[in-house]
């Protein structure tokens, strides 16, 4: 069974850091390309961070400089690291597997596979 399952998601104050991960499961993980999204109260789901399968990385401009992604193949685990953490970053957070072959990696149309989420909360 195909599975991405999220935590390290939780409450911090307004310029802490929190470490995301999400463990991956019944799918080649190392030739997939992996990305964050997020989305908050009544908003519409927001691209966050993508890796590919060969290492690149892309972010949304809202978080360059504050949010880095990486993956760990070994583990079948992808990474976001959250630094400066900001009240508008609250949202639930979810990983989500690049169909094969696809590359615009900022649509969420492009990915097959999607964990159930961890929540972010950041307090002002």
């Known amino acids: 069974q195909v599975q991405l399952a999220e935590s390290g998601g939780g409450l911090v104050q307004a310029g802490g850091s929190l470490r995301l991960s999400c463990a991956a499961s019944g799918l080649i993980f190392s030739t997939r390309g992996m990305a964050w999204f997020r989305q908050a109260p009544g908003k519409e789901r927001q691209f966050v961070a993508a890796?590919?399968?060969?290492?690149?990385?892309y972010y949304a401009e809202s978080v360059k400089g504050r949010f880095t992604v990486s993956r760990d193949n070994a583990k079948n685990t992808v990474y976001l690291q959250m630094n400066s953490l900001k009240p508008e970053d609250t949202a639930i957070y979810s990983c989500?597997?690049?169909?094969?072959?696809?590359?615009?990696?900022?649509?969420?149309?492009?990915?097959?596979?999607w964990g159930q989420g961890t929540q972010v909360t950041v307090s002002s």
């Open positions: 890796i590919s399968a060969s290492g690149p990385t």
């Open positions: 989500a597997a690049l169909r094969r072959g696809r590359t615009l990696y900022a649509l969420a149309t492009e990915y097959d596979v």
